[in-house]
Nanobody
Framework: QVQLVESGGGLVHTGGPLRLSCAASGRTFSSWVMGWFRQAPGKEREFVADIGWSGTSTYNADSVKGRFTISRDNAKNTVYLQMNSLKPEDTAVYFC???????????????WGQGTQVTVSS
């Protein structure tokens, strides 16, 4: 069982940065692929990025490449999402998730956090 708690969301102006954190419980954190997804009102949940268990393998969605960076600290059981050059279209609830497989499909992920709201004002 893994419990995930996101933090760091808030209101930011266009072009600004924000860093999200996701703290995980459990001693097996380092064995999970971790991902970030987002969901805007009226839209489906969208893949943002994932990171392999060691932190050396990452993959970003095209919509955030060059702006967002996913990282993890296995000693702290935490995964991060550094978001730079934010745009109004990045406004969404952001979720972290844990998976044995990873990838961009939400159904591959076994555990989900409650989400944190990110709002980018124009």
């Amino acid at each position: 069982q893994v419990q995930l708690v996101e933090s760091g969301g808030g209101l930011v102006h266009t072009g600004g940065p924000l860093r999200l954190s996701c703290a995980a419980s459990g001693r097996t954190f380092s064995s999970w692929v971790m991902g970030w997804f987002r969901q805007a009102p009226g839209k489906e949940r969208e893949f943002v990025a994932d990171i392999g268990w060691s932190g050396t393998s990452t993959y970003n969605a095209d919509s955030v490449k060059g702006r967002f960076t996913i990282s993890r600290d296995n000693a702290k059981n935490t995964v991060y999402l550094q978001m730079n050059s934010l745009k109004p279209e990045d406004t969404a609830v952001y979720f972290c998730a844990a998976s044995g497989r990873g990838g961009s499909r939400a159904y591959n992920y076994d555990y989900w956090g409650q989400g944190t709201q990110v709002t980018v004002s124009s």
